[in-house]
């Protein structure tokens, strides 16, 4: 039934509000119990369930709650999670998604292809003028959708999957060759690892920067940004602006604007948390280029 989800998830949601839960007000599938000193978070994807806490006997005590109402299985420490591989050391911890690379190069026969050492030449102008239509428009959306799902853990090609995510609707033979060449390079870098250490240091950064008018059809300009919480990066994303920018600068400002916004929704689910840190710091990047 097309309302089993919302279903599942408000009989959920139920359950652990009466255990003492309350929903986060920044991300609804987000949910904290704060009492004294102990903190359990419980992050949501359907029936999949992230559970961390500051106290062991406190997940001991959650997951006894569940159990009376639903079929848990505990899988013990994280190590895979919608496609994402978790490997721990002491006190470091490396996100992955190698064993997705390699489902999806076997599966796109790309598996022995010759790697590149980027995704995407930077004299590449992927457009709509061209007139030679890709012969299997459904293998593009399957395999272009699951390149997507990779920008989880690979922010160094989403400015790139961003580009060959606007064909999704009538995609060209030019459109093709580009995800080739994205797949190449997924060949190449099939071991990338995000990395992410445990640092005193909460301070929260942020850069962003804009691509002036970089889609050729409509003018359109490209925002991306990254945040860093102390050494590690936690947020990136790379998107179209709603409006055509008149200048460079112009395409700067609202890029700076987007950066500022998802840092505003960053802190307020770490104040939900209870985590106090300093006011984070907004970097833009504008080029001012002299008149000739």
């Known amino acids: 039934m097309k309302q089993a989800l919302r279903a599942w998830f408000s009989c959920l949601t139920d359950k652990l509000r009466a255990i003492g839960f309350r929903a986060s007000k920044a991300d609804p599938s987000l949910f904290i119990w704060h009492k004294n000193d102990v903190l359990v978070v419980i992050l949501i994807y359907v029936d999949d369930i992230i559970i961390t806490n500051n106290s062991g006997t406190a997940i001991h005590h959650v997951l006894q709650n569940l159990h009376s109402d639903f079929a848990v299985k505990e899988l013990g420490d994280l190590s895979?999670?919608?496609?994402?591989?978790?490997?721990?050391?002491?006190?470091?911890?490396?996100?992955?998604?190698?064993?997705?690379?390699?489902?999806?190069?076997?599966?796109?026969?790309?598996?022995?292809?010759?790697?590149?050492?980027?995704?995407?030449?930077?004299?590449?102008?992927?457009?709509?003028?061209?007139?030679?239509?890709?012969?299997?428009?459904?293998?593009?959306?399957?395999?272009?959708?699951?390149?997507?799902?990779?920008?989880?853990?690979?922010?160094?090609?989403?400015?790139?999957?961003?580009?060959?995510?606007?064909?999704?609707?009538?995609?060209?033979?030019?459109?093709?060759?580009?995800?080739?060449?994205?797949?190449?390079?997924?060949?190449?870098?099939?071991?990338?690892?995000?990395?992410?250490?445990?640092?005193?240091?909460?301070?929260?950064?942020?850069?962003?920067?804009?691509?002036?008018?970089?889609?050729?059809?409509?003018?359109?300009?490209?925002s991306a940004y990254c945040v860093f919480m102390g050494n590690n990066l936690i947020l990136w994303r790379c998107k179209q602006q709603f409006t055509v920018a008149r200048s460079s600068i112009e395409a700067e400002y609202k890029s700076l604007a987007d950066t500022a916004s998802e840092l505003q929704w960053l802190q307020s689910i770490l104040s939900e948390i209870g985590l106090t840190i300093p006011t984070p710091q907004c970097y833009g990047m504008i080029i001012l280029e002299p008149h000739t």
């Open 80 to 222: 895979y999670f919608l496609g994402v591989e978790v490997l721990r050391s002491t006190n470091d911890m490396y996100l992955t998604q190698r064993k997705y690379v390699a489902e999806l190069l076997n599966r796109t026969h790309m598996a022995e292809a010759k790697p590149y050492t980027s995704p995407m030449s930077t004299t590449c102008h992927v457009s709509t003028t061209e007139r030679v239509k890709f012969s299997d428009p459904s293998l593009y959306r399957q395999v272009v959708g699951s390149l997507q799902h990779l920008t989880f853990t690979r922010p160094d090609f989403s400015f790139s999957i961003h580009k060959v995510s606007k064909f999704m609707h009538n995609p060209l033979e030019s459109h093709c060759q580009a995800v080739k060449r994205i797949l190449r390079y997924l060949k190449h870098t099939i071991s990338t690892r995000l990395f992410l250490r445990r640092s005193p240091n909460s301070a929260i950064q942020a850069f962003s920067d804009s691509d002036w008018a970089g889609d050729r059809d409509d003018r359109w300009s490209i």
